[in-house]
């Protein structure tokens, strides 16, 4: 049986700490998973910070505002190309 690959994908804008609890709180569940960070062109910076603090975080850093949507249509299309069985939003 394949083993199964999760992607949760998280979206930033400028909420750098809430973002943190974000991950803080997915890394507590018992099931491993890879974190696809949507940085949605923040001005806040210091999202760089959060990426080296958790290995399973994926940054992307986006040069514009895409929304919601845009954003997780992003790692949406991340989870296709990296053949993830399913992805959490």
């Known amino acids: 049986m394949k083993k199964l690959k999760i992607l949760v994908v998280v979206v930033n804008y400028n ?3 809430l973002t943190e609890r974000c991950i ?5 569940s018992s099931v491993g998973v890879d974190i696809f960070l949507v940085d949605n062109a923040s001005m806040e910076g210091g999202i760089e910070e959060v990426k080296k ?4 975080v994926i940054l992307h850093k986006s040069t514009m505002n895409l929304g919601f949507s845009g954003a997780n249509n992003i790692g949406i299309q991340y989870a296709i190309e990296h053949e993830y069985t399913y992805v959490m939003l």
């Open 24 to 28: 803080e709180s997915i890394n507590r």
């Open 15 to 17: 909420q750098k700490r």
């Open 53 to 56: 603090m958790y290995d399973n």
